[in-house]
């Protein structure tokens, strides 16, 4: 079993940043591969980015890329999200996840999810 805690969320105006963390529980923390959804008010769920458990291997919506970093601490068992540049339509309640098999972009191959936490960009 695996708990993620995100934080990090907040009020921002556009063009600020912000840093999403997440905690992960568990010793096996360094053999997930990790990824950040976000969802926003009446929209589905959608990809981010996700990182393998190297950090390797990472991947970012077009949405995202160029602004947004993943990145990892293994010792820490803690993922990242630094946001850089952020628009009032990166507003969304942001989620981390763990997949235990494989790296991904959909998160019904993720099998534990963290209870989110609020980014609001202001315009």
């Known amino acids: 079993q695996v708990q993620l805690v995100e934080s990090g969320g907040g009020l921002v105006q556009a063009g600020g940043s912000l840093r999403l963390s997440c905690a992960a529980s568990?010793?096996?923390?360094?053999?997930?591969?990790m990824g950040w959804f976000r969802q926003a008010p009446g929209k589905e769920r959608e990809f981010v980015a996700a990182?393998?458990?190297?950090?390797?291997?990472?991947y970012y919506a077009d949405s995202v890329k160029g602004r947004f970093t993943i990145a990892r601490d293994n010792a820490k068992n803690t993922v990242y999200l630094q946001m850089n540049s952020l628009k009032p339509e990166d507003t969304a309640v942001y989620y981390c996840?763990?997949?235990?098999?494989?790296?991904?972009?959909?998160?019904?191959?993720?099998?534990?999810w963290g209870q989110g936490t609020q980014v609001t960009v202001s315009s």
């Open positions: 990182i393998s458990w190297s950090g390797g291997t990472i």
């Open positions: 996840a763990a997949d235990v098999l494989r790296l991904g972009t959909r998160g019904r191959e993720y099998d534990y």
């Open positions: 568990g010793r096996t923390f360094s053999t997930y591969a």
